[in-house]
């Protein structure tokens, strides 16, 4: 598990590298890896890659099984961008192990996890880059995690959930080899639930960005919604059955639901009618990034009489 440590014995600790008792983080180039883990991201891999130009250096994209046209939309990138990408794929690897997976293949002095689902400004004052800015004004050798904002859309790209607009669970941080994710085993709701983390030694410093360049696209369509909803629980608790499975198991226990296509419209339902309306004014606006998906409108909430009764994932209204 995790151990607090204070901002104080992290400030001390930070000054490890600059003594020589830790690998500073000059050692690697200078440099930004994305660090990608995909799976069913068809919808948003594009531009995903394509916000990172001119942030990062090279993209390390690792697949964990997609049944979709992830892959094939990742690699028609390739030479395209203005950075190297690199793409490689393990199915069979659990959430964890493949951050680590993704973790080891990165080359450069800065990493970012970089979810298949993010897309960030590419232009003006809220553009990604600005954020490789404040990279180079840090010490070479220093070891440092970045918490930048994620400002997070739900459901469809007009709406978001009504307990927060913006995260700070995003990292940027510099490689050491003494960087490991972890899985932690908590409570919620009165179940298991599996939890992801990354391990933080003590030297490193911790601080916020809080330009809003990055949104969180949390918009799938039913079945990963619905898949996604029980992962936690079923990493968790490790059940002898698949997670389509197990989501099955308690959805009919839960709702009632008579196969996994019943289940996810009832859950994406559910989801929906406690969101809220979404204003990008104050950051920055969308994405130009976005523009093709707000155009499109594949996934949009659903009204009647003013009030938010589910989701259509098949197009544009009439």
């Not at 901002?7 to 000059?26: D, I, K, M």
């Not at 400002?151 to 469809?156: C, I, K, L, P, S």
């Not at 969180?216 to 389509?244: C, D, G, I, T, Y």
Request: one cysteine or more; charged letters at 25%; proline letters at 8%.
């Amino acid at each position: 598990m995790r151990t607090p440590v204070s901002g104080l014995a992290r400030w001390v600790c930070g000054w490890a590298p600059a003594l020589g008792l830790v690998t500073p983080a000059s050692a690697r180039p200078m440099g930004v890896s994305a660090l990608v883990r995909a799976r069913d991201e068809e919808a948003w891999i594009e531009p995903s890659l394509r916000s990172l130009e001119g942030f990062a250096d090279e993209i390390v994209l690792v697949d964990n099984g997609s049944s979709d046209s992830t892959v094939e939309r990742a690699r028609a990138l390739v030479g395209r961008l203005g950075l190297e990408v690199r793409i490689d794929s393990a199915p069979g690897l659990d959430h964890t192990a493949l951050s680590n997976r993704v973790l080891e293949l990165a080359r450069f002095r800065w990493l970012i996890r970089w979810d298949a689902d993010c897309v960030a400004h590419t232009a003006g004052p809220n553009a990604l880059r600005e954020l490789r800015r404040r990279l180079l004004e840090l010490p070479p050798w220093r070891h440092v995690c970045i918490h930048p904002a994620a400002v997070e859309v739900a459901g469809d790209l007009f709406h978001r959930v009504p307990e927060i607009a913006v995260r700070y669970d995003a990292h940027v941080v510099t490689y050491s080899p003494a960087l490991r994710y972890e899985t932690a085993v908590t409570r919620a709701g009165g179940r298991p639930i599996a939890i992801e983390f990354l391990r933080l030694p003590r030297y490193y410093a911790i601080e916020r960005w809080p330009t809003p360049a990055i949104f969180h696209v949390n918009v799938k369509p039913a079945r990963r919604m619905l898949l996604r909803h029980f992962w936690l629980e079923w990493w968790a608790e490790r059940p002898a059955m698949s997670l389509q499975e197990y989501a099955l198991q308690r959805a009919r226990k839960e709702w009632g639901a008579a196969n996994l296509d019943d289940a996810a419209a009832t859950f994406t339902a559910r989801y929906c009618r406690r969101l809220v309306p979404f204003d990008p004014a104050p950051y920055g606006g969308y994405p130009a990034l976005l523009a093709p998906a707000l155009a499109e409108r594949r996934f949009h909430v659903l009204y009647a009489d003013g009030a938010i009764v589910g989701r259509s994932d098949v197009g544009p209204r009439a």
